[in-house]
Every structure is written in C-alpha cells, then in structure tokens.
C-alpha cells in the first residue's frame, strides 16, 4: 500500500471507528451509491447529520483525521472508495452476524 493509501485508510477506519460509537448503524444510513466528499451534504458526515458542519460537531476525533477526509491533500477517488469499501465491510460483516 502506498503512504498516501495507508494515510487514507487509516484516517477512514479511525473516523469509522468513531461513528461505531456515535452512530452504531452508520454504515447502513451512509448511501455509498451518492457519497461525494467534496459535497457538503453528500459526504459521510453530511449524510449522517444532515450537512457537514452538524456532522463535524458531533464526532469526537483528532482534526488532523477530519482533515484528511475532507482535505484537499487527497483526491476524491481514493478517499470515497476508502469509505465505500469501509462501507460494504461492515454490511457484510453485519449480515454474516445478524443474517441477511
């Protein structure tokens, strides 16, 4: 994995980590199909709580993780497909425990 691929994975499971406490379902709210993390509406925090900045107030987490996740440092297709890929994990690992 590339540094920058660790730093974006890393950065996305933390965050992820973080909504597993703050928000237990996240990963079935979140719409992989329409996350756009440019958007501020669209983007994971948006989809959660409604716009970004709501979203932002309510996670508990280094800024430095957040930053990461909407910084422009990183381009937008390897951060959503981190999400989507964190995303349909936890679907999966969900319904192999609770059934599908």
Known sequence: MLTDELVIFEAVNDLAEEFDTTCPDWFWIVNPDTLDMTSFTLCIMGQLAGN???GAGRV???NSKVAINYGSNTSKRPLEA???EEIN???S???AVNGA
Do not use: G
Request: charged share 35%; proline share 0%.
């Open 60 to 62: 508990d987490i280094d």
């Open 52 to 54: 970004y900045l709501i």
């Open 93 to 95: 690992d969900w319904l």
């Open 89 to 91: 994990n936890r679907r």
């Open 82 to 84: 981190s999400w989507v």
